[in-house]
């Protein structure tokens, strides 16, 4: 209730409950020194308070100074600020600076090991951070290489940037402790080791003999991610409890981090094989023409997606005896978007290289690449294509024998700038038992171009409403603007313009878009139009 002056005033049981509360230790005395309170963080801090009895040390011994001192007791180090709170009566504000100590040790190391996917980093940071907050010395060893060597990162409090190097796996067995800690034994030996038995590799260069040594594992995602040592000179106290519990919260958040950067770097690794098939070859050299090729896969696909395209050269040797077969370009774009598209555009150019070991015809390869479709495993294998076997005529002129299934059919431009599009059509691959077929043959003059594209290209939607389909026409339109251009030139130009009218749809659903051009002659005779 309030009082005639307004001020509140608190019950006993409310005034408990908030000294009970508080995080800092809170000890109450009357004039004659007598402990009046003490709330329970003061009693751990300071087991002998209890109301009754006298102040006990180390808190008779700090004057009234608000702002404090800071004393070691019972192995903790102990902020303690003492006021006169009237009639002779002191209050203690007891503050834990082990405990602070531990939250500023925890918000590092949660800064620190989370900012690298680099199992290697992880490592330093690890070894940082037990020579800033627990050791002179900080060494971390991972595990044993298939070569028998183990690789170690070594930091010194004081000292900028850690040290690296290799050792052979056997000297594990010099140090304390270290062989099963690499091994991930938690229990029995891991913990504080005798320090006369650190050998010279494992301490720096005038460091002098360890005093006390501490040897954990880096527990891993099954299996260790290797070992943390933790020495202190000689002059230094012990790890008590606290300081072991602190390096065990660090090896278990170090190993956690290191483990989770190996595991990342490992399916990079994989990745970047895998992935490294299933992008758009590098496009040769061919005598008599030029070739471009631009690949774009969706954003939400990242660097591979449904859409592919791909260059099969001659393998025949000229006395083999066997009919060289023309240069075969394809273009395609498979059921999907992501890595499961990708992979099944990776398999239909695979199975295209084998069976050209057979046949060479593009109508005929199509209908072998159907039947194989039809017999995958994998639901949804449709594929639309467009294979072009390419043959050099007098006159610098390119003969493309052209066989469609189910795609957009490709578009000519010619030297005057006028664009056509190929009356060539088929079925689309991996749906029907038997596909229905138009192939034709196209003869391209020196500086004509024949351009193959994805439905990416003319079903993006954009514009300045954002919702506009980019179409058959204005692709055509583009195209004849192209006239003269060098074949590298034109694709971009082309990709140049579908960017930017995908630029309307505010980032919204997009597809694969590819392209390839095949332009006549070598470009000696564009100055001659």
Not at 249 to 264: C, Q
Not at 277 to 306: C, F, T, V, W, Y
Request: glycine share 12%; with cysteine; aromatic share 4%.
């Amino acid at each position: 209730m309030k009082g005639a002056t307004g001020a509140v005033r608190l019950s006993p049981d409310l005034v408990a409950a908030l000294l009970e509360g508080s995080g800092e230790g809170i000890v109450l005395s009357d004039a004659e020194g007598v402990v009046t309170l003490a709330n329970a963080v003061a009693v751990r801090l300071v087991p002998r308070v209890e109301p009754g009895l006298h102040v006990p040390a180390p808190l008779d011994s700090v004057p009234s100074a608000p702002e404090g001192r800071t004393v070691i007791h019972g192995g903790r180090a102990i902020r303690i600020r003492t006021e006169a709170v009237g009639d002779g009566r002191l209050a203690w504000y007891l503050t834990d600076l082990s405990a602070a100590r531990r939250t500023e040790f925890l918000l590092e190391a949660g800064r620190r090991l989370s900012a690298s996917l680099n199992p290697d980093r992880c490592a330093r940071a690890a070894t940082e951070l037990g020579a800033d907050f627990l050791s002179d010395v900080a060494i971390v060893l991972l595990p044993p290489t298939s070569r028998r060597r183990m690789e170690w990162v070594r930091a010194v409090a004081g000292r900028y940037g850690p040290e690296e190097g290799t050792l052979p796996a056997a000297a594990a067995a010099e140090v304390p402790g270290l062989t099963d800690a690499l091994a991930g034994l938690r229990h029995g030996v891991a913990g504080q080791q005798d320090p006369g038995g650190a050998p010279d590799w494992l301490l720096p260069e005038g460091f002098g003999p360890a005093g006390h040594l501490l040897v954990l594992p880096l527990p891993g995602n099954g299996v260790p991610a290797g070992a943390i040592v933790l020495a202190r000179g000689a002059g230094r106290s012990p790890f008590d409890d606290d300081d072991q519990a602190m390096a065990r919260d660090l090896a278990t958040r170090a190993g956690a981090a290191i483990s989770a950067a190996s595991l990342f770097r490992e399916q990079s690794t994989i990745n970047t094989i895998l992935t490294g098939d299933l992008l758009p070859p590098d496009l040769p050299e061919i005598e008599g023409m030029r070739l471009a090729g631009r690949l774009r896969a969706s954003q939400q696909a990242g660097a591979i997606g449904g859409d592919f395209y791909d260059v099969y050269l001659p393998d025949a040797a000229p006395d083999s005896g066997i009919v060289e077969r023309p240069p075969l370009v394809i273009l395609g774009d498979v059921c999907g978007k992501g890595a499961r598209a990708a992979v099944l555009a990776g398999q239909v150019r695979h199975s295209l290289r084998t069976l050209l070991l057979l046949e060479s015809r593009p109508d005929r390869l199509l209908e072998l690449l159907n039947r194989s479709l039809l017999a995958s495993p994998s639901p949804n294998s449709y594929v639309t294509m467009i294979l072009a076997a390419l043959r050099t005529a007098p006159g610098d002129h390119v003969l493309v024998d052209l066989a469609v299934a189910g795609h957009p059919p490709p578009l000519v431009l010619r030297r005057d700038g006028t664009v056509e599009e190929v009356a060539v059509r088929g079925s689309i691959l991996g749906a029907l038992k038997k596909i229905t077929l138009r192939p034709a043959t196209l003869d391209l003059a020196p500086g004509e171009v024949c351009l193959l594209y994805s439905d990416g290209i003319t079903e993006a939607f954009g514009g300045p409403s954002g919702r506009e389909m980019y179409g058959e026409a204005r692709l055509k339109e583009a195209l004849a603007t192209c006239a003269g251009m060098p074949a590298e030139a034109l694709v971009e130009r082309l990709e140049q313009l579908s960017t930017e009218w995908l630029g309307g749809g505010r980032g919204g659903q997009q597809d694969d878009r590819a392209l390839l051009a095949v332009r006549a002659g070598t470009g000696r005779t564009e100055t001659s139009w």
